[in-house]
């Protein structure tokens, strides 16, 4: 659209129901705050500029969103009247003159681009004031949409309704849009003789009207004008995202096995014919090739997973890590900050750290990379079509070459040339009959302790 457009997102509550010390819109729906994602729906509708309204934790309320380019600008609401109160705190900002004005609030995460631009091209339309609305089978306390040939003629508050008004499914969201070179007359007007002595911005409607303008109403989705007051309903909403996005995935061609055990990222990428088995976790940052396979109960965050790797069962890759073609991280494995090249697989029980493993090198069970001194941490390089034996520990920093063979159970502290064997292991002894003397002593001991005696 060529207008200019001012979104004013309301973000001020105490998170009293929430009983957080955190501000409510801090709290994450799929590993980022619930802001963001509002955020994120209005970057879409090729907005650039944002006045959050805000209380608790203003400045990370406003770090939280300043994404999508938009510049946020932040208006603190010292007094929590209304609201029309509420949008009242972003005066300057909308004393600069827009076209349109779409007011939003910072709780609704499953909230997309689509409403908000429904609302805008009312505007464009002609009309003063646009509403956007849901239908819904439980209304329960929801204003009611009263619409008269086509006009939005009021929103009335549940406790005020008649009974043919309660019979209406078409609710308010608290989401709208305001012609912009009007909004500050028609915020100014709106009055306060209430129970609550509150400015509510619903009386935007019938104010709008009473001066000879015209209000709409626009529909959206139920589920996206879900907002979020507590916990319960945090986890409710979390759900809800989760559901849509692993249905956006396997539409896209993504195999997953049971995937209301899996759980994703905001970020989260998977590529076609991959396969996710059931109870997988998705950190943010997590990008899986097509063709890749994610084995059950493993966790995967800041990391990339290429086409033919597996991963898993139970293996964590934390940021970093980097999978190559056909690459295998096996059971009880974790990987950070690690290059693992094409074909090469470490396998169970194994932790490689700030490390890069060579294309087609094997990797056995119960290595570690030794890549933390207490204060710094090192890096191991193994070249490719290396061997590492089982239970060997690589102290970094340290080289191991091309074809190099560590034999099991080594401690590795030096650079190991290309095709050569190392040992790093005491050498066997055996001191026969010794286990039955060490066993007889013991006995003797615990025999001398509980009789009160000494040897």
Known sequence: MERTCLAI????GDSTRMKSSTSKVLHPIASRPMIAHVMDA?????????????????????AAASIGGIAVESYLQKERLGTGHAVLAAREAIARGYDDILVAYGDVPLLTDAPLRAARRGLADGNDVVVIGFHTDNPNAYGRLLVKDGELIAIREAKDATDAELAITWCNSGLMAING???????????????????????LVEIARSLGGRAVAVDAPE?????????????????????????????SGVTMIAPETVFLAYDTVIGQDALIEPNVVFGPGAIIDGGAIIHAFSHIEGAHVSAGATVGPFARLRPGADLAAGAKVGNFCEVKNAKIAEGAKVNHLAYIGDATIGAHSNIGAGTITCNYDGVNKHETHIGANAFVGSNSSLVAPIRIGDGAYIASGSVITDDVPADALAFGRARQEVKPERAKLIRERALAIKAAKKGGGSL
Do not use: P
């Open 9 to 12: 997102i309301l973000a001020a």
């Open 42 to 62: 209005i970057a879409k509708t090729d907005i650039s500029t944002a006045a959050l309204v805000v209380g608790r934790n203003a400045d990370e309320v406003g």
């Open 181 to 203: 070179r009007k909004a500050l007359d028609l915020l100014d007007r709106i009055g306060n003789t209430n129970a609550k002595g509150e400015y509510y911005l619903t009386d």
């Open 223 to 251: 589920v996206e004008m879900t907002g979020c007051n507590n916990r319960a309903e945090l986890a409710f909403i979390e759900r809800l995202w989760q559901e849509r996005r692993r249905h956006e995935l396997m539409l």
